[in-house]
């Protein structure tokens, strides 16, 4: 196995043996099997053991059989003892889930802190597959049935070609000591149930059915990689930006052979799930626009004939402009104010204003627009409801939210970045201007 190990490890370039990295440790075979063949193939790193207190006088003893191992082969070992059972109970989690989030949590600090070039994990060809059916069972898509990668962001994965028989048979061959955990034989823990009931059953049905599992998964993986790659080039080639916002329009995708799939890779990363994707297509393909969906961070809008996407905004905080102010910073940017005769252009900039000072009371309120707000648009004579008027330019719903209106006195003097007021326009009595400049 050693051979084979380090065949996989050079040829898959885990390792950087200039480099050292940190192994989680639990103290069971498999990563003391691990610990060994890093050892074996002088990859230099380091331990980290986690603590977890749920076995009493069994998890102490597997913390000092780690320590000992630590110090007889002189390799630094990191230690935790976190409050597992109150995490869980506060964060609303089972002890499995708070169990992973506090090691992975931990051990990345560890990372940072010792300027580590990698987690390593201990997971097994096994575990690949039990992670594969317990996605399954949850419900999953292609990622899901990938399984685990052999080296993502920091974490490292050595052990996955080999089988769980493989590492006891090199632990027993060697001599390599470990720690059992009981915990691992109670079935009411679901992967404890899978890999003790279901999948022995599932392998029994046919002498090769593990390997051809693996196989077919593999060749999955594979497949999805390839995907991968298709729709990172359709969403170059279809999705628009602008700033922080992106637009994808109907006719990329409503037509489209895999559109649930494809629509997927684009907002999962901004917190999306995949029923939210469907439902999101749905909603384009029925023309139901002014639809919205959210995430913990992104906003989805269904506008008129394409889906567009922008961060969540938080409550703007109404801001007063004194005379003697010379700037406005709003999340837009920042406005130079800027007083003067009258003389010049007028600055055509659709984001720029040019107001007459002298028809304007200070202070001045720059505030969210509200239902119910009219003014007099540039060039009518009649006043406009502010919602007609963004309808009627077309103004997305995603940035509708967004507009903030210029008040003086109790009138709106100027829809910011759109049109300012009639009655505040320069005309020939005016005889100071106020410029409101965007900064660049």
């Known amino acids: 196995m ?46 980290a053991h986690v603590n977890f207190g749920l076995r009493d006088k069994e ?13 007889k082969h002189k390799i630094p070992c990191h230690l935790y003892h976190p409050e597992t059972q109150k995490i869980a109970e506060e964060k609303k989690y089972s002890i499995q889930m708070a169990a992973r989030d506090i090691r992975y949590t931990w051990f990345e600090e560890i990372r940072k802190n010792r300027n580590l070039n990698g987690i390593i994990l201990a997971h097994h060809q096994d575990d690949q597959l039990e992670t594969i059916f ?7 898509g292609l990622d899901g049935i990938q399984g685990m990668a052999e080296k993502k962001s920091w974490l490292i994965r050595p052990l996955l070609p080999f089988s769980k028989s493989e590492i006891e048979a090199y632990a027993n061959a060697n001599g390599i000591s470990w720690r059992e955990d009981a915990s691992n034989q109670k079935t009411e823990y679901k992967r404890n149930k899978l890999r003790l009931e279901a999948l ?104 008129r004939e394409e889906l567009i996407l922008a961060p969540l905004q938080s409550a703007f905080l109404a801001k007063k402009i004194q005379k003697q102010d010379i700037e406005l910073i709003l999340p837009e940017g920042t406005y130079e104010l800027i ?21 304007l009371s200070f202070p001045l309120e720059v505030r969210t627009w509200e239902l119910g707000d009219r003014f007099i648009p540039l060039g009518m004579k009649a006043s406009k409801k502010i919602s ?53």
């Open 59 to 71: 998890s102490d003893q597997d913390e000092l059989f780690v320590i000992d191992w630590s110090e």
């Open 2 to 47: 050693l051979s084979a190990f380090q065949e996989h490890i050079r040829q898959k370039a885990l390792f950087d043996p200039s480099h050292t990295y940190l192994l989680a440790c639990s103290g069971g075979v498999d990563s003391m099997v691990l610990g060994h063949l890093l050892l074996a193939s002088s990859i230099p790193f380091e331990i």
């Open 134 to 140: 317990l996605n399954l069972l949850r419900g999953t």
């Open 200 to 303: 022995p059953t599932l392998y029994g049905i046919a002498p090769d059915a593990k390997q051809n599992l693996l196989g077919s998964f593999a060749r999955i993986h594979d497949a999805g990689k390839a995907l991968h790659n298709l729709a990172q080039n359709w969403l170059n080639q279809n999705i628009q930006h602008d700033g922080d916002t992106q637009s994808l329009p109907f006719h990329a995708f409503t037509h489209q052979s895999g559109a649930n799939t494809l629509v997927f890779y684009w907002l999962r990363g901004y917190g999306f799930n995949a029923d939210q994707c469907a439902s999101i297509i749905e909603s384009a393909k029925s023309n139901d626009s002014g639809k919205q969906f959210f995430s913990g961070t992104h906003q989805l809008n269904v506008d």
């Open 339 to 359: 007083k003067k005769p009258i003389g010049e252009k007028i600055d055509p900039a659709k984001m720029n204003a040019m107001l007459d000072l002298e028809k």
């Open 388 to 440: 007609d008027f963004l309808i009627d330019l077309k103004i997305p719903r995603v940035h509708k939210e967004q507009v903030k209106v210029l008040i003086s006195g109790e009138e709106i003097a100027w829809v910011i970045g759109y049109r300012i007021a009639d009655w505040a326009k320069c005309d020939e009595s005016t005889r100071e201007i106020l410029h409101f400049k965007l900064k660049n």
